[in-house]
């Protein structure tokens, strides 16, 4: 039912009308969810009240409509740019990812639940920049399963993980890639299992766990984490926000369980900067990382 709707969607996304069509049919679905007896919405007006203490109940939920309707605009967009390619796309720091891969050192991109990701995955490869996804493999979710396939089709390569398992990355695939073909892309904000790995810090005045793969990966194999945000400033139109590599290197070889932490502890700094100024660009649908 939900890849048939898909489909109609993208119909209607060949006109400006139908457009429209699809953003109001989208902000209906969206909010009935939105409405119904679902633990979402709890959890999101329990990360903003961590993110933004000491306000009302009413704020929070106020927060997390426009969380659940400004996510909405990833699927609305991505019509757009399926069926007209018409979208607009700025850049802040671009010159990291460019020079890295202009002197063949190439790292790890940490993509985030902050933002439309898979645009962000689209231009990399429109500039002939090559990128391999790890993602989750939740084929429950077809809609999320059809843009992986569609992505796919861009020349993106897709290497997926179960969830429900401590799956163990093939090192010597990651550094043939890296070394190569191009960029490899890790999640830093989401550890898929109570299995897998992960790095315990404090983040909001609350304990969270980050995945332990991007970073032990990149001290392992000596390449830097290239850390980007894409946000949303109209319709079809967005900022890559590039940041400075971080640098996992050190020649003592008994610091590096402190690297990998000083590593993670600089991610979720870009990362509650970003999310303070957009709070609604934050599409963790979950209890996050508490």
């Not at 766990?209 to 946000?231: N, T």
Request: aromatic fraction near 14%.
């Amino acid at each position: 039912m939900m890849m048939l709707f898909y489909k109609v969607m993208h119909v209607l996304a060949g006109s400006r009308a139908g457009i429209c069509l699809a953003e109001f049919a989208t902000w209906c679905i969206t909010t009935c969810y939105f409405l119904m007896p679902r633990p979402q919405v709890g959890w999101s007006m329990d990360f903003y009240s961590s993110l933004f203490p000491g306000r009302s109940r009413l704020y929070y939920l106020l927060c997390a409509w426009r969380q659940f309707h400004h996510f909405s605009t990833v699927f609305t967009d991505r019509l757009i740019v399926e069926s007209s390619g018409e979208i607009s796309c700025e850049s802040i720091g671009w010159e990291h990812i460019y020079n890295a891969h202009a002197s063949g050192r190439h790292g790890i991109l940490l993509m985030s639940h902050v933002g439309n990701w898979e645009l962000a995955a689209r231009k990399l490869s429109a500039f002939g920049i090559k990128v391999a996804l790890f993602v989750g493999s939740k084929q429950a979710q077809k809609i999320e399963a059809q843009m992986k396939r569609e992505i796919a089709g861009k020349g993106i390569k897709i290497l997926a993980i179960d969830e429900n398992e401590n799956a163990a990355l093939n090192v010597f695939e990651v550094l043939h890639y890296l070394k190569n073909e191009g960029f490899v892309s890790m999640t830093g904000d989401r550890v898929w299992s109570d299995k897998q790995k992960s790095i315990e810090l404090e983040f909001l005045n609350r304990s969270v766990r980050l995945p332990y793969s991007p970073f032990a990966l990149a001290y392992a194999l000596r390449v830097p984490l290239f850390v980007f945000f894409i946000i949303r400033t109209g319709r079809a139109k967005y900022r890559i926000e590039y940041n400075p590599p971080i640098s996992l290197e050190t020649e003592d070889r008994s610091e590096r369980e402190k690297v990998i932490h000083e590593a993670a502890k600089k991610y979720l700094g870009l990362y509650e900067s970003v999310i303070r100024r957009h709070p609604d660009h934050w599409y963790c649908f979950e209890p996050f990382l508490f």
